[in-house]
Structure formats: C-alpha cells, structure tokens
C-alpha cells in the first residue's frame, strides 16, 4: 500500500531559527495535504497543494509540491513559540481515495 | 458553525470488553472518516464514508471493529472485544467534498480509549 515518509522525526530549533520538514511518498500523488497538531489537540488543515511543482505560502509557512508529485516540504521562517506542535502531510495516492499520513515531524521552539 | 462532535472524550475499559464511539460530523459534509491515531504515530484511516456508503475500509480490522453511517449523517465506531494494542485516539473528521480530492479533512476532538 501507498506509504508517506516525514523526516526528521524531531527538531529542536531556537526561536527565531528555520524550519523544514519533508515529505517522501512510495507512489506518485494526486494531491497532499498538510495539517498541524498542537500537543493534546487534534490535526488542523494548513494546506493543500494539487500541482505539479506548485508553491504556496502562508506568512512564514512556505508549502512546495514536487515536480514529480512524490514529495513535498513545509519549510517556517524565523520560528516562534506559537509553532511548537507536529506537523503531518498526508497524500492522496493518484487513483486512490485514501488520505494516507506521515508520522509527522514534532517541531519544538526553545524561547 | 458547529464542528465534528465526538463522544466520549475518554474510555477506559479491560481487554476483551466492548466500546463504541460516536461522531457527528458538520452539517453538510458528504465524507465522514474514521482514524486511529497511536501515541507518537501519524492518523491511520479505518475507514471513510461518502454519504451513506463506505468508500474504503481496507485497514479496518473487520474482526473486531465494525462502524456505520445510518442515514447518511452521524457514525458509530465499535470494537468488540478490544485488545491492548487498540488504546489510542480515535479522530473522526468530514468533508464537504469526496473523491479523491476531498479539499480540507475537519477533526473533531477525538475519543481517547484505553484498554487495561
């Protein structure tokens, strides 16, 4: 079955430093997804990204899509403690109906 | 606007019993997914539903959980009997759309088992 990779597992960062996290998939995506779960909450949809190489940014958030629409990254400037949480991407393998998750990237900010 | 209601919020139950979970997802929304979140992991899909019908339940282990949407509206998630290895957090999520671009997944707040 489709299988979707997130490395790193964790990441300390100083507050003010970047972040990244990437997203690998075993099959080529119709689309992919990102969301953000604060520690005891529930995920919560940031994006949603469709084509191929398509970029789209949020304030500090910056979301890339592959050319391939194998991969894809969240990357954050100049962190903030509001930050801290994981952060899932989760694809639709092309032909499937399935939201397939990462293991997310916990993303700790130290103040 | 109301967001997807689940309950209970906490479980505790010993192995081999029964529990079920109840989700109530936005008014409108056609797609209504169960997950199963383990401590530390990503959200596993048990099962998705589009209106009345399920679309995929490949990952629910069909000998011991079972689920429906009567009615096309609000689901139940059962497991019967339960194992140690099904303590986790079960997100139930919907969305307007379906398919396979089925746009933003709304989770509720998850109904947290633990199974002694």
């Known amino acids: 079955g489709q299988q979707v990779m997130q490395i790193p597992q964790y990441q300390h960062v100083q507050e003010g430093e ?6 690998n998939s075993s099959t080529t995506l119709s689309n992919i997804q990102w969301y953000k779960q ?29 050319e391939a629409k194998k991969n894809s990254s ?17 694809g639709v393998g092309a032909g499937s109906y399935q939201l397939t998750f990462g293991k997310g990237t916990k993303l700790s900010v130290i103040p | 606007e109301a967001g997807v209601a689940q309950s209970p919020r906490y479980k505790i139950i010993e192995k081999r019993q029964s529990v079920a979970f109840w989700c109530n997802p936005i008014s409108g929304h056609a797609t209504l997914y169960w997950y199963q979140q383990i401590l530390g992991q990503g959200p596993k899909l048990l099962i998705q539903f589009q209106n009345n019908g399920v679309v995929d339940d490949s990952q629910l282990p069909k000998d011991r959980f079972s689920a429906e949407r009567l009615k096309g509206v609000d689901s139940t998630l ?31 707040e998850g109904s947290r088992l633990t199974v002694l």
Do not use: M, W
Request: with cysteine; aromatic share 12%; glycine share 12%.
């Open chain 1, 18 to 23: 970047d972040f990244t996290t990437y997203c």
């Open chain 1, 38 to 66: 604060r520690p005891g909450g529930h995920p919560v949809f940031l994006i949603q990204l469709v084509k191929s190489g398509e970029v789209k940014k949020q304030k500090r958030l910056t979301f890339q899509f592959g």
């Open chain 1, 74 to 90: 969240l990357h954050i400037t100049a962190t903030q403690t509001t930050d801290v949480g994981t952060y899932f991407c989760a």
């Open chain 2, 78 to 108: 059962k497991i019967q009997p339960a194992k140690l290895e099904d303590s986790a957090v079960y997100l139930c999520a919907s969305s307007l759309g379906g398919g396979p671009n089925t746009g933003e997944l709304f989770f509720g």
